[in-house]
């Protein structure tokens, strides 16, 4: 179930997904880029199957990387750099969601067999 939130920063909006949500969205096949936000020692350590990285303090001088043509769905550790990222994005016209609670919601679940884990 995807919602739309307005948080204390946003006023871009983008959508919200719960980690069962992202595991519906690639179960069918969906094309879209997973982007992870976080260092790359935590993207080293743990991390989504498939993901890209761009750390967010990158993020504005590596933009040029990201599709403009599929939706992003980006995730962090708990879902603050996330939520930043997305505002960010969203602003620039990109199509983001944020993925709720970050790879701690995800690893929580069913599907976290599906995150890597060095």
């Known amino acids: ?17 719960t980690a ?5 969205k690639i179960e069918r096949g969906e094309d879209f880029l997973l982007l ?12 989504i199957e498939g993901s ?6 990158e993020l504005a001088y590596r933009v040029a990387e990201l ?4 939706e992003i769905v980006i995730y962090c550790r708990v879902g603050n750099r996330s939520a930043f ?3 960010y994005l969203a602003r620039l016209g990109y199509n983001v969601t ?10 929580r679940t069913d599907h976290a067999a599906l995150a890597r884990v060095s």
């Open 1 to 17: 179930m995807k919602r739309e939130e307005t948080m204390f920063f946003n006023t871009a909006k983008y959508k919200n997904i």
């Open 20 to 24: 069962e949500d992202l595991n519906d």
């Open 36 to 47: 992870d936000v976080r260092t790359p020692a935590e993207h080293a350590s743990q991390a």
């Open 52 to 57: 890209y990285l761009i750390p967010v303090q």
């Open 67 to 70: 599709p403009r043509d599929k």
């Open 85 to 87: 990222a997305s505002t």
């Open 98 to 107: 944020n993925l709720e609670g970050g790879i701690a919601a995800w690893s």
